[in-house]
């Protein structure tokens, strides 16, 4: 099993590791502080230094309870090798900003009495993301008017927090996840990583997070789409 360091902390940039064993996936190692592809969330890059060379790792993924990183060219490393790991910071930290963004959309969408709709899926990129709805009647008015009220939270400074919760603790909270597979997997899990927006929202998540809203920059609509009847898409930037 791989140690996910960034589920406690996203800002640790830098980490030793040891590394356990490879297949044709990647290599995996004890603990890791690069994010693996998931959840609408890109993996890290960034390298890992080892015997004297960087080796850079350009895909990252989860299988089971291991995390592989597959990296530039071939190296042979032996069990038990120390090596130290350093991501790239400014795409993580942008993934980061991204990631509370959609969560604060989703946060105004859930939480409106105006019943706006149902977010059914998010993408992000470092330098836009994408946020996907069942909405029937979705207009550019309506989106601006999400952005805004995002915007408003956002300069709120709000807290960000990482909680854990037992299994119990988490099925009590309604909406905690709001899709069908998320309640699935809340029933399979013993504890369950919450990301808290204080005063705001709060939800079961595997991502990495800024720990204030602020950080999150201004939000843009930068265009909708229509999808289907009721598939709408709402696409951001961040300044």
Not at 43 to 60: E, F, M, P, Q, Y
Not at 79 to 86: F, N, Q, T
Not at 125 to 139: G, S
Request: charged share 30%; net charge negative.
């Amino acid at each position: 099993m791989t140690e996910k360091v960034f589920l406690k902390d996203s800002y640790i940039k830098s980490a030793d590791a040891i590394f356990q064993k490879a297949d044709d996936s990647g290599l995996v190692f004890d603990k890791t502080i690069f994010y693996a592809t998931g959840g609408g969330q890109p993996n890290d890059t960034g390298t890992i230094k080892w015997n004297g060379s960087d080796l850079r790792v350009i895909d990252v993924t989860k299988k089971d309870d291991d995390v592989f990183h597959r990296i530039e060219g071939d190296v042979k490393l032996s069990p038990g090798d120390r090596c130290h790991m350093e991501i790239d910071w400014n795409r993580r930290y942008s993934h980061m900003r991204y990631h509370t963004a959609i969560h604060i959309i989703d946060a105004v969408v859930h939480h409106n009495p105006e019943n706006f709709g149902l977010i059914t899926g998010s993408q992000i990129y470092q330098d836009r993301a994408r946020v996907d709805f069942d909405f029937q009647d979705f207009t550019r008015e309506i989106a601006q008017k999400i952005i805004d009220e995002a915007n408003r939270i956002i300069s709120e400074g709000h807290p960000v927090k990482i909680l854990e919760l037992d299994q119990a603790k988490a099925l009590s909270i309604e909406g905690l996840a709001r899709t069908v597979p998320g309640r699935e997997l809340l029933k399979r899990l013993d504890v369950v990583r919450v990301i808290e927006i204080e005063g705001v929202d709060m939800q079961a998540d595997g991502g990495t997070h800024v720990n204030n809203t602020r950080e999150v920059g201004t939000l843009k609509l930068s265009g909708i789409e229509s999808k289907g009847r009721r598939n709408k898409r709402l696409n951001i930037t961040l300044s």
